[in-house]
């Protein structure tokens, strides 16, 4: 299964609308008539998704606490 | 974005009139994805807690200096990058120094998408053991990439907004998050095609 390493180079930028709209025009004519690079895509989309959702920004209360009276601590003397 | 960014900024203004009350609205409203941010660069949990007692410190000492060019969260993820940065080149020079350790192979850089990997739900996918591996994939990558992937695709920040973070082109930005994206896509194809059952899939599916 072969993938065209030209459009392949580019799908990162697209996703992030940073292809012009000529080049956008290329890169989705080729995304229909190539399966491979059409999976290629989805996939790299795929996981654009995913990692956007699954890096938890839980911080430890313990941690929070700490932060608060350090702050409180170190703020008031200036 | 922007009535987020009035927030901020009326909170600022405040916090410079002198009340330290409002410095925690802010300290409450971003630690978690600043502890998140030095938790991806760093990993150790004791040096992350002293880095984002430092990050909140200086920021809140330079206050008076934030012009407001950038967004307050802009600024203080670029406080944050910098203190890591300095922790790590002090102590883990070599992580940082080479910024070419994911060169491409010239041969066969996309890995093909497996049926299994489009396949896979999101509920398996962002399940607690694919969040593990998601922080796995990403924990794979140099530093530099490392960071570039949390701060565009977790944090949502724009490309020139990186560049202004990690005090580099966006050119160099969009050339590591393409480089990174693709290692991340292929160590979970390869995790995937490797693990995935139809039982699976049922199972994720009830989840």
């Known amino acids: ?78 | 974005m922007n009535s987020e960014r009035t927030e901020d900024s009326r909170i600022i203004t405040e916090v410079l009139g002198g009340n330290f009350d409002a410095f925690e609205q802010l300290v409450e409203k971003y630690q978690g994805r600043i502890f998140r941010h030095l938790r991806k660069m760093v990993w150790d949990n004791q040096q992350v807690e002293d880095l984002l007692q430092e990050t909140f410190l200086n920021a809140y000492k330079g206050l008076k200096g934030f012009s407001g060019a950038s967004s307050f969260s802009t600024w203080l993820f670029r406080i944050a990058t910098n203190n890591a940065l300095m922790f790590l080149r002090k102590k883990r020079p070599q992580s940082v120094e080479y910024d070419d350790e994911m060169r491409t192979g010239e041969e066969t850089p996309y890995a093909p998408a497996s049926p299994e990997y489009l396949a896979t739900p999101q509920s398996i996918l962002l399940s607690r053991e694919g969040r593990r591996k998601i922080e796995e994939a990403i924990d794979e990558l140099p530093v530099l990439y490392r960071m570039t992937i949390v701060l565009r695709d977790v944090e949502g920040f724009s490309l020139k907004e990186l560049a202004e973070i990690m005090d580099c082109s966006v050119g160099a930005v969009k050339s590591r998050l393409h480089r990174a994206r693709n290692a991340v896509r292929e160590s979970l194809i390869s995790y995937y095609a490797d693990r995935l059952t139809p039982a699976d899939e049922k199972m994720g599916q009830r989840v």
């Open chain 1, 1 to 78: 299964m072969n993938v065209c390493q030209h459009f392949c180079d580019q799908l990162s930028d697209y996703l992030d609308g940073e292809t012009r709209d000529d080049e956008c025009r290329l890169i989705e004519e080729h995304l229909k008539e190539c399966p491979p690079c059409e999976e290629i895509f989805r996939s790299l989309q795929k996981t654009v998704v995913i990692c956007g959702k699954g890096v938890s920004d839980e911080i430890p209360d313990s941690v929070r606490q700490r932060l608060r009276a350090f702050l409180r601590e170190h703020c008031g003397k200036d």
